[in-house]
């Protein structure tokens, strides 16, 4: 089942490695996996890239100041580490200009 990012089939290992897996799966075959709507969008906020496109496209959509959005850290587990915001700006204070570096 030799598909995904280093050989693997992308179960197992983080799930930040298993987002990237997928959306390197799908950019091989041409697509983009957030428009292939298997799921809710998800971002990395640490990659900078994937900061900007969060805080500049769905932060500023309708209603993106009244819904709940949860924050997980790639290698949490069991909710361990997991926090929810209201609206987004609590993650633009914890994220500021997209330059923080996940740790």
């Known amino acids: 089942n030799n598909i995904g990012w280093g050989g693997q089939s992308c179960y197992g290992g983080t799930k930040g490695a298993q987002m990237r897996c997928r959306m390197e799966l ?13 799921q809710p969008p998800q971002y990395r906020l640490w990659i900078q890239e994937e900061c900007i496109q969060f805080f ?35 993650l633009k204070k914890r994220w500021g200009a997209c330059k923080k570096s996940f740790a």
Request: a negative charge.
């Open 26 to 38: 799908a950019a091989r075959d041409g697509c983009n996996y957030d428009s292939l709507k298997i």
């Open 56 to 90: 500049q496209s769905t932060c500023t959509a309708e209603g993106a100041d009244v819904r709940l959005w949860i924050e997980k850290p790639s290698g949490g587990q069991h909710g361990v580490g997991m926090s929810v915001h209201r609206g987004c700006d609590a």
